[in-house]
Every structure is written in structure tokens, then in C-alpha cells.
């Protein structure tokens, strides 16, 4: 079974439990020029995925973000999407962040392609701590100066830096 990386200067407690998987690592957050399909933009993050170390079985997890996309596209709207499963194969929380600077058609609810995916990678016996990670991600991408900052950036450093700010909201949430 593969482990989840943390700092090892980190305590482990619940209230920090987040940033020790560090949901949004540098190696999972990245730009690219944009993919031929929606299929082949999946498979690259989840291949991101689980070079991270938390997915037991890459095809599973696929196969169920497939499964998900399946019942209904998890392009939010906006220029903005979020691929999730909540699956036996993930063995941690992690979230892969891919600024997209050739839009992709991903069905979204607006129909708009899409700029920013985040695919979520969530452990089957994770419990509200998944919603809130959701809603948190959500809520700050439908301020348009949120998401503008994030398409704005000029490299992954950059990118990863806004996408911490999300984390950070998310980890105020768990504390709530």
C-alpha cells in the first residue's frame, strides 16, 4: 500500500490534517498548452495523481471519475471543472490542478469550455471533510477575480501559490 507524503516537522492532528497530505502539492499543480478530449485530460491528472503516492489503482480511480462524468459532467461553470471519486483505491486526500491555456469542451453546465480543472482524488471513508472540500474549491472559483487570478498566472509556482489560498480556506473549514 502506498503512503501519503507529509512534512515531517508536522505534528499529525486533525486540525492539520489537510496541509500534511497537502492536498495541493507543487508536483500536482501544473500548466499546460491543453489536451485533443476531455478522455485524455482525466487520464493525464489522474496519472498525476498517482505519482503522488495515493491512488492504489490508478485504473480504478479513472473508472470511477469516468462512472461520475458518466451521470453528469462535473464542469461547474465558468470556465471551471472538477473531476471526484470517492473510491477504495484513493488511499489519501489529494487534488490535482491543471490550468488549461487552450480551453477544453468538457459539458459543463453553461456549455463554456474550460480553463481550470481540479481533480479530486477522495479516500472511500472520507466523510464531510470531502463536501467541504468541494463546496470550498467551488465557492472561491465563482468569484471571477478568484478564478482570474488563477488563469492569470505565468507559471506553476505562481499557480500553486493561488491554488494555496484555496487550501487554506479548506483547511478553516475542517476546523469549523
Do not use: W
Not at 505562481?158 to 479548506?170: G, R, S
Amino acid at each position: 500500500m502506498t503512503q501519503c507524503r507529509r512534512p515531517k516537522s508536522m505534528p499529525i492532528t486533525m486540525e492539520n490534517a489537510v496541509k500534511i497530505n497537502g492536498l495541493f502539492e507543487p508536483e500536482l499543480v501544473e500548466i499546460i498548452d491543453g489536451f485533443p478530449s476531455k478522455a485524455e485530460c482525466l487520464e493525464y491528472l489522474c496519472s498525476i495523481l498517482a505519482k503522488s503516492g495515493c491512488l492504489n489503482s490508478p485504473k480504478r480511480f479513472l473508472d470511477a471519475v469516468n462512472g461520475r462524468e458518466d451521470i453528469m459532467s462535473t464542469g461547474i461553470g465558468k470556465g471551471v471543472a472538477i473531476p471526484h471519486a470517492r473510491d477504495l483505491s484513493v488511499s489519501c486526500l489529494k487534488a490535482a490542478v491543471c490550468l488549461l491555456r487552450n480551453p477544453l469542451d468538457f459539458q459543463s453546465v453553461d456549455d463554456l469550455p474550460v480553463h481550470l480543472v481540479f481533480m479530486i482524488a477522495v479516500p472511500q471513508n472520507s466523510g464531510k471533510e470531502y463536501m467541504k472540500v468541494l463546496r470550498a474549491i467551488s465557492e472561491h472559483l465563482r468569484e471571477d477575480a478568484n478564478r482570474q487570478a488563477l488563469i492569470n498566472t505565468n507559471n506553476p509556482a505562481e499557480l500553486h501559490h493561488e491554488v494555496l489560498k484555496i487550501q487554506d480556506l479548506i483547511s478553516g473549514s475542517l476546523d469549523a
